[in-house]
């Protein structure tokens, strides 16, 4: 079963929008955390944020923020005011404490592209 | 910058070639990472060593082969590859090992072509 589901394939906005990508995780855990990461077309994937299933509370950073919400199993993340420098593709992951060594499993990726 | 670096940006090998991809970090970190990302695709785990020692192979083609020769140097050796195995491979650190919510901080890849 897919554990990060990001059903958002490709969302394209004019400038100064906002925009939310969406992440749908399943796990039987209770303790796991998750990330979001961007991507550019420079390949490097850049670590946005981490939150551990113990810490609902929601985050702002400057003009990105995430909504966690456990009862829907969601971490959406949004961007406000977008910058043509935020075309990216952004990954939703997440990561087990059961499995001990279990490394991110990511989500399959919103390609978001940014329109001047 | 990436605090982790990897050398060569750009790869193109034949099917007969050995090469070999590099990853270096200085932060510290005792966990290392190789992920396979194909295009449009997000990233698949392929080793993960911990303290130097490998801990996960995710059922990797023995064509790729992993060393870690010292806690900040990571390499995966090519042999007899296929066109198939074309791909970003990125190289990554955690300063915890895998699974107790340490993020990953990733190299810019390394992009291999295989002729």
């Known amino acids: 079963a897919q554990k990060v589901t990001q059903a958002q394939t490709e969302i394209s906005v004019v400038e100064k929008e906002d925009v939310t990508l969406d992440c749908v995780y399943e796990t039987r855990d209770t303790t796991y955390y998750l990330f979001w990461y961007k991507q550019p077309p420079s390949g490097e994937l850049v670590f946005l944020i981490r939150?551990?299933?113990?810490?609902?509370q929601n985050e702002i950073s400057g003009r990105y923020s995430w909504n966690f919400q456990k009862s829907t199993s969601s971490f959406n993340f949004t961007i406000t005011a977008s910058q043509v420098v935020d075309s990216a593709v952004y990954f939703c992951a997440l990561s087990e404490s059961h499995r001990g060594n279990t490394p991110l499993v990511f989500g399959k990726g919103t390609r978001l592209s940014v329109i001047a | 910058d990436t605090e982790v670096t990897q050398t060569p940006k750009h790869l193109v090998m034949g099917m007969t070639n050995k090469k070999s991809l590099k990853c270096e970090q200085h932060?510290?970190?005792?966990?290392m990472y190789w992920y396979k990302q194909k295009a449009k695709k997000p990233p698949e785990l392929m080793f993960v060593y911990s303290y130097e020692k490998l801990s996960i192979n995710e059922s990797v083609p023995s064509r790729f082969s992993p060393e870690c020769p010292n806690s900040s140097l990571l390499n995966l050796h090519l042999h007899a590859l296929q066109p198939e195995d074309s791909a970003l491979y990125l190289c990554a650190s955690s300063q915890e090992v895998a699974g107790r919510g340490g993020e990953l901080f990733f190299g810019e890849g390394s992009r291999l072509t295989v002729l």
């Open positions: 939150r551990n299933s113990f810490d609902e």
């Open positions: 932060m510290g970190h005792r966990a």
